[in-house]
Structures are given as C-alpha cells and as structure tokens.
C-alpha cells in the first residue's frame, strides 16, 4: 500500500498513449514539491533493456557479465504501454525530459514504436516532450531514420576512441570504430540536428585519444562530451587512480584548440559547456567525481523492469511495475511517485568514498546497465 501524500480524487482508467488525467490542481502542486534538498523532479530516464552486445569495461565488464549473469526475463520487461502510461504520468508531474537508455536501447525490439507511442505525451500544457536516446551506435545505421520518423528529436553516441586498438580494448567485443562513426553518419542523414558523442576518460586507457576525438568532431556540428569514469554498480574496479579530472581534459584540449566557457543551457544541465575560441563548435565535460552537481539533480531513472530509482548510485529502487499491473489509477501512481520523490535525499557524489565496494559486498549498487546511464 502507498502512502499518499496528496488526497486521491478520482480513480482513473487508463489506455495506452492515453492522457494520463491527473486533476490539474494536483498537477500544480506535485510540479512544484520538491525532495529534501530542495530539488524539483525533471528528468526521466528510461532503461528499456539490461542487454548489451557492447562488454565496456567500465559498464559490463564480461567477467561479470558472462553467459550465467541473471538477465531479467522477457516478461519482466516493461511492456511499451506500461512504460507510456509511466511517462504521460511524470509528464503531468512536471517531468519535461525522456531520455531512453539501457544497456543498448537499440537491442529492445521494436523501439521506434515505443518512441512513437512517447512522441505522442504531452505536458500539462500540451508541449511535447524533449525525446532523446543514447545509444553504442551499433544499430543505427538500421534504425536511425525509423527512429527520427517516429518522432526521436536527439540522440547522443557513445564512443570512447578514434583509435580501433583502444576503442576495441574498452568495448571488448572487437566492435569496430568505423562502425559507430558509421552509425552517426546515419543519424545525420536520417536528418537529427543535436548529435552528441559521450567519451568516458579512462586515464592511462584512452587519456591519449582525447585530442584526436576533439580534432575529429571540431566542425562536425556534434557535440563531444568527455565524461569522467564513475564508480556505478559494483563490477567495473572503479578507482580513483583512472579518473582523469575534467579539469586536465579541458586543459589539454585548450592547449591545442584555445576554448572559451559557455553559460549553462538550464539549470541542472549536467555537462559544462565550451566552444572553441575560432567557431569550431563546442564541447562538454561531465564531471560526476570531481566537480558534482548533486545540488541540481532533477533525474529520476525508470528501470528496465519498472523499478524507480532517483539516483545512479542507489542500491534500491521502488517497485512500480507491480502498481501498474494491480490495477493502480494514474493519481495512485502520481502519488507514489511524489512521495518517493519527496523522500529523497541522494546526494551520493558529494560523499563517495575512494573505492567501489566489491560485488560481493552486502551493499551493492546496482549497475548502470539495469538503471540506464
Ligand atoms: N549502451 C548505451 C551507450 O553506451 O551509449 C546506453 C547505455 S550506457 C550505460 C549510457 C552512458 O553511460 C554511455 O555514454 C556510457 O559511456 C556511460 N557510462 C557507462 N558506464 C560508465 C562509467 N562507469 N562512468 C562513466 N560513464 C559511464
Ligand atoms: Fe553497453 Fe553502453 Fe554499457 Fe557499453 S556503456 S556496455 S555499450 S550499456
Ligand atoms: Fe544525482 Fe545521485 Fe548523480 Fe548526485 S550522485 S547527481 S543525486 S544521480
């Protein structure tokens, strides 16, 4: 049973793609509640697969995630309608972002028809949704233009070299370089505007691509973000030693191609921004070890099988799967997502500790590949 922090009004039916019709006073009041640390929900992340054909080393590294890892069975999955229902309710909440993610998103079956099924949500007043995925760029020569036609408006890549040795070493399946550059060629022809490229800074692993990354993309009209190497979950041996801070990444890239920062697009935008003094584009730095930004955390993340969880680095969600499948209204729901919301407190990057605890410790977080990245 839900605690209900507002009073439920109306038992509400729901179909797919459906309006979700939380009464508009309580809309009002659950966009403006905010948790402990004052901080409004925003953002909703969307794992719609824990798969992955990518084994990234510092996300599924395949001595854990081997042919006996305990993947979640189909039918535990989110079914495309639960996961609409879900959305159109945090839309009515205030929630103004949907990123969808994984494991490899593109691996979900039929993906565009949930994003069509998305592109259909509406705010409370009627905007859509900013819709983006991210993705390893495998498939997307096959699936970008279904993607942009069913209503996808941005897509972010990810590739941590230009080098195949190195690109080959993180992602552990011998998946080429050319392939994802492939894939974002496909984006752009599949006619995306906002392209972002994700780079994970290993230092001592990829630290050296840096410069070739940021020369390959000045110009392109994408985006590279150079992300610090996190310490999610608790099987990629994170350590403080292969953390190169954004700071050192920016300085060697200002080195080479002079840089000028940028003011934030939003509050809460994770990713600091820069341009490139002679008009060649901009970059980003995501900095979630040494400069955090728990203090404007807006995200909310939905699991692959329907749990909620409001931090990367949680060791438990709130189960909303079984809500959906007992037959909850969309105010019960609204409820018991504002009153986890309420109760939150995360702030797990201004307290990390130097090490990740084992995967046999009692406290194990869960892994990025289940809550999505
Ligand atoms: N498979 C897709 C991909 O790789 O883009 C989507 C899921 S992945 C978990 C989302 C993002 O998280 C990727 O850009 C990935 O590089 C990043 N990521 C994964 N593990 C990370 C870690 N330990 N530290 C920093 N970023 C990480
Ligand atoms: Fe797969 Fe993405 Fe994790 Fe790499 S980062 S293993 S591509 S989910
Ligand atoms: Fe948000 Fe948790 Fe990351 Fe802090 S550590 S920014 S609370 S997800």
Redesign the pocket.
């Known amino acids: 049973m839900v605690d209900q922090i507002i009073p439920r009004i109306i038992p509400i039916n729901n179909t797919a793609g459906a309006l979700a019709v939380i009464p508009a006073v309580l809309q009002k009041a659950n966009s403006e509640t905010v948790d402990r640390r004052q901080r409004q929900l925003r953002d909703l992340r969307i794992s719609v697969t824990d798969r992955?054909n990518?084994r990234?080393t510092?996300?599924m590294p395949k001595s854990v995630f081997d042919q006996n890892y305990p993947y979640l069975a189909q039918d535990a999955l989110l079914r495309f309608e639960e996961i609409t229902r879900m959305t159109q309710i945090f839309a009515s909440l205030g929630v103004e972002k949907i990123r969808l993610?994984?494991?490899?998103?593109l691996l979900r079956k039929n993906l565009e028809t949930l994003v069509a099924m998305l592109a259909q949500v509406r705010t409370p007043t009627g905007q859509k949704l900013d819709l983006t995925l991210?993705?390893?760029?495998s498939l997307l020569r096959k699936k970008a233009q279904l993607l942009k036609n069913a209503g996808l408006q941005r897509i972010?890549?990810?590739l941590?070299a230009l080098s195949d040795a190195v690109f080959k070493t993180m992602n552990d399946v011998d998946f080429a370089v050319g392939d994802v550059l492939d894939g974002i060629e496909a984006a752009k022809e599949a006619g995306f505007e906002s392209i972002k490229v994700?780079m994970?800074v290993k230092k001592g692993v990829n630290d050296h691509e840096i410069l070739p990354m940021a020369q390959h993309f000045r110009n392109s009209g994408i985006t590279l973000r150079l992300?610090?190497?996190?310490?999610?979950?608790t099987s990629?041996g994170?350590n403080m030693a292969e953390v190169l801070p954004s700071q050192a990444v920016i300085k060697q890239i200002d080195a080479a191609f002079p840089l000028q920062s940028l003011e934030p697009n939003y509050v809460g935008e994770v990713a600091q921004r820069w341009r490139y003094a002679d008009g060649a584009g901009e970059i980003g730095v995501i900095s979630?070890v040494t400069q955090t930004f728990c203090h404007t955390c807006t995200r909310a993340r939905l699991s692959t099988d329907g749990q909620l969880f409001l931090c990367l680095f949680a060791h438990q969600g709130v189960d909303f799967k079984t809500l959906l499948r007992s037959g909850s209204s969309d105010v019960e729901i609204a409820n018991a997502i504002m009153n986890t919301w309420t109760k939150r407190d995360d702030h797990y990057s201004e307290i990390r500790g130097s090490h990740t605890p084992t995967v046999n410790t009692a406290a194990r977080k869960v892994e990025?590949?289940y809550i999505?990245?």
Not at 134 to 137: L, V
Not at 227 to 233: A, K, T
Request: proline residues 3%.
């Open positions: 992955c990518f990234c510092y996300c993610t994984g494991g490899e998103p991210t993705t390893n760029g972010t890549v990810s941590d994700n994970v992300i610090e190497f996190m310490d999610v979950g990629n994170w979630s990025m590949s999505g990245g």
